[in-house]
């Protein structure tokens, strides 16, 4: 089984994005600007939220972090969406999921100008996505397509399956390989016989969001398979390690190639979003 190694691809797409940066400062006397707002005390979401400014810093970008306290209503958030919608240096906006139970997710999220939306997830955004017109694209699902074509996988008329169909990764995911001119199937919760389709595919990008949940049995030999899932899972030592939606070790006999958690998508996410906030800010600098 050949490991598709997302920290490579991610180093080597930063050093491209790097280059980019620099010539964005050279030509409009700043860096682009990534906005992040982080609501409450989620431990996974400060680790994220941590490593995309550090990522920031890589490759040149200036990064804007509002922490807010987990008990922050919607007009507070508004307000704060608001000023950074309104700041000329800030060319990106995230709003880190998930968000205290009290907050809408949708209704803010369309707060943001769909010309900072860095993570494409306002209804704006996602309809210029589905209709080929995208201004950005949504970072996993475009982190998984950079890792298969680093790696020179063609995907035309590919059979392949998208387990999951969140609006973050599944929905997009599947519209990205039929825009790439694969054969797409999605699965969910409600799909009967999973494995009949998983088993006859070429391509399958686990983005089910349960832990370890498709192993031995599941995929043909030589599939690639892409798992999308980070998990925090107890082991009996007591520390928490980290794993996917697929247990890689049952499969690494059969399968052609596969992406490792960690390691795999998780840092071409947020390659993605720095590329994308790049984007935003070079189209900016065009009006």
Same mark, same amino acid.
């Given at each position: 089984?050949?490991?598709?190694?997302?920290?490579?691809?991610?180093?080597?797409?930063?050093?491209?994005?790097?280059?980019?940066?620099?010539?964005? &400062?050279?030509?409009?006397?700043?860096?682009?600007?990534?906005?992040? *707002?982080?609501?409450?005390?989620?431990?996974?979401?400060?680790?994220?939220?941590?490593?995309?400014?550090?990522?920031?810093?890589?490759?040149?970008?200036?990064?804007?972090?509002?922490?807010?306290?987990?008990?922050?209503?919607?007009?507070?958030?508004?307000?704060? *969406?608001?000023?950074?919608?309104?700041?000329?240096?800030?060319?990106?906006?995230?709003?880190? +999921?998930?968000?205290?139970?009290?907050?809408?997710?949708?209704?803010?999220?369309? =707060?943001?100008?769909?010309?900072?939306?860095?993570?494409? +997830?306002?209804?704006?955004?996602?309809?210029?996505?589905?209709?080929?017109?995208?201004?950005? *694209?949504?970072?996993?699902? =475009?982190?998984?397509?950079?890792?298969?074509?680093?790696?020179?996988?063609?995907?035309?008329?590919?059979?392949?399956?998208?387990?999951?169909?969140?609006?973050?990764?599944?929905?997009?995911?599947?519209? +990205?390989?039929?825009?790439?001119?694969?054969?797409?199937?999605?699965?969910?919760?409600?799909?009967?016989?999973?494995?009949?389709?998983? &088993?006859?595919?070429?391509?399958?990008?686990?983005?089910?969001?349960?832990?370890?949940?498709?192993?031995?049995?599941?995929?043909?030999?030589?599939?690639?398979?892409?798992?999308?899932?980070?998990?925090?899972?107890?082991?009996?030592?007591?520390?928490?390690?980290?794993?996917?939606?697929?247990?890689?070790?049952?499969?690494?006999?059969?399968?052609?190639?596969?992406?490792?958690?960690?390691?795999?998508?998780?840092?071409?996410?947020?390659?993605?979003? +720095?590329?994308?906030?790049?984007?935003?800010?070079?189209?900016?600098?065009?009006?």
């Amino acid at each position: 089984m050949q490991i598709f190694d997302g920290k490579l691809v991610a180093e080597t797409r930063r050093q491209a994005i790097k280059s980019r940066v620099d010539e964005f &400062k050279r030509k409009n006397g700043r860096a682009p600007g990534l906005a992040v *707002i982080l609501v409450g005390e989620d431990p996974a979401s400060q680790v994220y939220v941590g490593n995309k400014i550090k990522a920031c810093e890589q490759v040149g970008l200036t990064s804007f972090e509002h922490r807010l306290p987990a008990d922050t209503n919607m007009a507070q958030l508004k307000a704060v *969406i608001q000023t950074l919608n309104d700041n000329v240096t800030v060319d990106g906006i995230l709003l880190q +999921l998930p968000l205290p139970k009290q907050l809408k997710a949708d209704e803010a999220i369309n =707060w943001i100008s769909p010309s900072k939306d860095a993570d494409c +997830l306002t209804t704006e955004n996602l309809g210029r996505l589905w209709s080929g017109r995208p201004l950005t *694209i949504p970072c996993t699902p =475009w982190g998984v397509m950079v890792i298969l074509e680093h790696y020179g996988i063609d995907v035309v008329g590919m059979n392949s399956v998208v387990v999951g169909r969140s609006n973050i990764v599944g929905k997009p995911m599947a519209h +990205l390989l039929v825009q790439a001119n694969a054969t797409v199937t999605v699965c969910h919760s409600k799909t009967r016989d999973l494995s009949a389709h998983t &088993k006859t595919a070429d391509l399958v990008v686990v983005a089910a969001g349960q832990p370890e949940f498709l192993g031995r049995g599941d995929f043909k030999k030589d599939a690639i398979v892409i798992d999308v899932g980070m998990h925090r899972k107890a082991t009996s030592g007591g520390k928490a390690k980290l794993c996917g939606d697929v247990r890689l070790k049952e499969i690494e006999d059969t399968v052609k190639a596969a992406t490792p958690v960690p390691g795999g998508v998780g840092p071409m996410t947020i390659t993605m979003l +720095l590329e994308n906030t790049l984007r935003l800010a070079e189209a900016r600098s065009l009006r």
